[in-house]
């Protein structure tokens, strides 16, 4: 497969598969989707890759630890439809979500630290200073109502009911705590291991019983920082690839329809 890119020679499904350990219907379903251009057909029909398909399958996958494959497969497909623009607010979209991310973990640390060593009954002051509704809280968190009342039924949010309507009103403290838990829910872990630090940030136990989480919680965000970068690094080698088309998905020295 070096040998191939070296040299600028036809390359196979099998040829970009294996230097990735894929199969070869991944890779031709990658391109059915868009993150890989379309390949030329032989007069018997099988498909042609090039070094700017290899391009963009390391394009793809080194965008996947940043993104998430939905989100990486979006930005290729942008691409290849010339709308590079859109690539980059999807782009956009990672880093900021990132950083909101990053301003959720301090808020729990610094809150945690103001706790340490104060009476395991003190409740951490809520972050979040005005009572809210399910749906405004679900579209704020860019999740489902219904992932709101699972989390309820697990024990994670706690709001109370409005006695009139019957309606779920949240306060400040099970904003809070469905923050938290959405956050650690994007981070991997199960509710059954969310339950335990939920409970633990309402009675405040310290910041002790929760380093490790938090030591990970950090970890986490700085790997998928790392994976952003390289994820940019990889598709600026591909958007800027000597062949001509890799943004616009058309053949070198192709017009426009």
Do not use: C, K
Request: glycine share 8%; hydrophobic share 40%; net charge positive.
């Amino acid at each position: 497969m070096v040998q191939n890119l070296q040299t600028g020679a036809r390359l196979r499904p099998v040829d970009l598969a294996r230097g990735h350990g894929l199969s070869t219907q991944a890779v031709r379903n990658y391109e059915d989707a868009g993150i890989l251009p379309a390949a030329d057909r032989t007069p018997a029909g099988y498909r042609v890759y090039t070094p700017r398909h290899a391009r963009a399958l390391r394009a793809f996958l080194a965008l996947v630890p940043g993104h998430g494959h939905q989100v990486a497969a979006a930005i290729l497909r942008a691409v290849h439809d010339g709308a590079v623009g859109e690539a980059y607010r999807l782009i956009d979209e990672s880093h900021a979500l990132l950083l909101e991310d990053r301003r959720t973990l301090r808020a729990v640390e610094d809150a945690l630290r103001d706790l340490d060593g104060a009476p395991s009954a003190r409740p951490i002051p809520p972050t979040e200073p005005q009572d809210t509704f399910i749906g405004p809280l679900a579209a704020r968190l860019r999740i489902r109502p219904a992932t709101l009342r699972t989390w309820e039924r697990a024990g994670l949010v706690r709001p109370r009911r409005d006695p009139r309507t019957g309606y779920r009103v949240y306060d400040a403290a099970a904003v809070r705590d469905a923050r938290l838990t959405h956050q650690l829910r994007r981070g991997g872990y199960l509710l059954e291991q969310i339950v335990p630090l939920i409970e633990q940030v309402r009675t405040a136990g310290g910041l002790e019983p929760l380093a490790a989480t938090l030591d990970e919680w950090q970890g986490r965000l700085t790997a998928r920082g790392r994976a952003l970068l390289a994820g940019a690094a990889a598709l600026e080698a591909y958007l800027v690839s000597a062949d001509g088309a890799a943004v616009t998905g058309r053949p070198a020295g192709a017009r426009p329809a």
